[in-house]
């Protein structure tokens, strides 16, 4: 299992530095505006803007946006953050399982003497190492950003922040790693993973914003994600943190399952 | 002398049960011996060696490498075996010798001096990235890594197909090189002069269904080739009257005969005649299985 891991690291160690280096770019403006932008009547700004909109990126209260949390969240954190790292983080699920049987380097790995569960999962360990360390690093990033412009933020809500984000982004690896041992190409993979990430998201919005959706507000994977909140508290949901975990585990052992039977 | 790999009723349906790739196959290898899996393009060889590295899972059936189950003990049986597919298909960002370092990692030993001639016999430059490399040197990085742990049992689809005649010389000879040491060869191929060339016994698959299996000396006996006459004009129907030729037809420039063993006296009984070129060739397989196998 060490083996694949050490190859495929360095496989993907150059990438995993472009996408960090893409985040901490993002975090820098982000945290850069935000001194500029707390100077300004933030509260009467986004009050011009149509509550749908606010509501659709979940900020329903104006008060918040003048605070780094819901800030942060509304213009990073709820969304962008996650679509960056989802790409990656499907991306590389789609490999696993899609993109070596469509490269056919699948065959000649397949005939070294290692079971196709251990090939799987040594492959899921690197994903969620490395999804994890692009959290932390922008959690990291944004502590020191934090320092450099004078804006306060707890590190207490970053590190809760920075767990529930890592579980969010593994429950997206499980259901990517499940379609990787479905579909045919990683391309299909990555694109119907991010089409899941989409709809979860529109649905979660949508109900902040239709009133008769409110109640279902549950059914969408961002339910157990509010990054204002956490970042706020510092309060990790146990249960939420279960949930997303689960989602992971039934995406993994669901893959292996229909790896395991999968004429190569 | 035991088996290398058996089968019993080996079945593979595709897509539900439309497809056939193979129907009850029964076969066995014995240890020690290279043995050749004949057939035309589609016939079951390749989806015999998937089988039997557990890529794919049968129908029904069942099959034993080294007494080992197929399916279940598929990890134990890739200790014991090299593989060599016909297009080889490697990670592309690496480089020779860093395919070689990474594949060395899942056997448990490689005789590195072993390996080091190896290398040197296929001229083989382990500096370039998998992507730079020409068909035949991808085919030559795979002998490699199919061979450098001396595997127990070699297992090849069409092994040959990407390599130049020169280096298929080199090729057959380290194969019947790691007969000295007791391994064991399946060797799939649609070209026959490959197989009497290194084969103990070949066995003869078409339409996903075993034919026969013979020693290799019966399957040389028949030599069974097609000799293209150019002529003047015609040939006396009873110069053709010799033991041997099989079929005999007219083409817009002479004839076309086919003949089954020695072809000595064939030539000189129809050399004869006035003849301005004479061509040799090796028939089809398909054609092979119409006129000796009435397949």
Redesign the interface.
């Known amino acids: 299992m060490i083996?694949i891991i050490i190859?495929k690291f360095k496989?993907q160690w150059r990438s995993l530095i472009y996408y960090f280096l893409g985040l901490l770019a993002y975090s820098w403006m982000i945290m850069s505006l935000f001194p500029t932008m707390a100077k300004m009547d933030l509260e009467s700004l986004y009050s011009q803007y149509p509550e749908e909109f606010l509501k659709f990126f979940g900020s329903e209260q104006m008060e918040s946006m003048s605070k780094i949390e819901g800030f942060l969240s509304l213009e990073f954190l709820s969304l962008f953050f996650i679509l960056i790292v989802g790409f990656y983080v499907a991306s590389s699920a789609g490999s696993t399982i899609a993109g070596a049987i469509e490269?056919?380097?699948m065959?000649?790995q397949?005939?070294?003497?290692?079971?196709r569960t251990k090939l799987v999962i040594s492959e899921t360990i690197l994903g969620l190492f490395n999804s994890f360390f692009l959290t932390v690093l922008t959690s990291l990033s944004i502590f020191g950003l934090s320092k450099i412009y004078n804006v306060e933020i707890s590190a207490k809500g970053l590190i809760a922040f920075t767990v529930i984000a890592t579980l969010l982004l593994w429950a997206f690896y499980g259901i990517a790693l499940f379609l990787s041992s479905l579909l045919r190409t990683k391309i299909i993979v990555a694109a119907s993973t991010i089409f899941i990430l989409m709809g979860f998201y529109i649905f979660s919005s949508m109900t902040r914003i239709v009133e008769k959706l409110a109640d279902y507000d549950k059914y969408s994977i961002f339910y157990l994600y509010d990054p204002e909140k956490l970042l706020t508290t510092g309060n990790i949901n146990i249960n939420h943190a279960l949930i997303l975990f689960g989602i992971f585990t039934a995406g993994l052992v669901g893959s292996i399952v229909v790896f395991n039977?999968k004429?190569? | 002398m035991a088996n290398a790999i058996q089968t019993e009723k080996l079945t593979k349906y595709y897509l539900g049960k439309k497809v056939l790739g193979i129907k009850s196959l029964d076969l066995e290898v014995k240890e020690g011996e290279i043995f050749g899996f004949i057939g035309p393009n589609g016939a079951g060889k390749s989806t015999t060696i998937r089988l039997l590295l557990d890529l794919i899972r049968p129908t029904s059936g069942n099959g034993k490498i080294f007494g080992l189950d197929i399916n279940e003990n598929s990890v134990e049986i890739k200790r014991l075996i090299g593989y060599l597919p016909g297009e080889v298909f490697l990670p592309e960002h690496l480089s020779g010798r860093q395919s070689i370092e990474y594949y060395s990692k899942f056997k448990e030993k490689i005789d590195s001096d072993y390996l080091r001639s190896l290398i040197k016999k296929l001229d083989l430059d382990l500096n370039k990235k998998i992507k730079e490399y020409s068909k035949g040197n991808k085919q030559k990085l795979a002998i490699v890594l199919a061979l450098m742990h001396k595997p127990k049992l070699l297992i090849l689809d069409e092994p040959t197909s990407g390599l130049d005649p020169l280096n298929q010389q080199s090729f057959y000879n380290l194969i019947l090189e790691t007969k000295k040491w007791g391994t064991t060869t399946f060797f799939s191929t649609h070209i026959l002069t490959e197989a009497e060339r290194i084969c103990d016994r070949v066995g003869i698959i078409k339409s996903g269904k075993l034919l026969k299996i013979e020693n290799i000396d019966q399957f040389k006996e028949k030599n069974i080739r097609e000799i293209h006459l150019e002529t003047t004009g015609e040939i006396p129907l009873s110069h053709f009257q010799v033991n041997g030729i099989k079929k005999v037809e007219r083409t817009t420039i002479g004839y076309k005969i086919t003949t089954i063993g020695p072809n000595a006296m064939t030539l000189s009984k129809i050399l004869s005649n006035k003849i301005i070129d004479v061509k040799i060739s090796e028939p089809s397989l398909e054609e092979i299985f119409m006129k000796y196998y009435k397949e």
Do not use: A, G, V
Request: no cysteine; charged share 35%; net charge neutral.
């Open positions: 083996t190859q496989e490269k056919r380097i065959d000649f397949l005939t070294q003497p290692i079971s039977k004429d190569i």
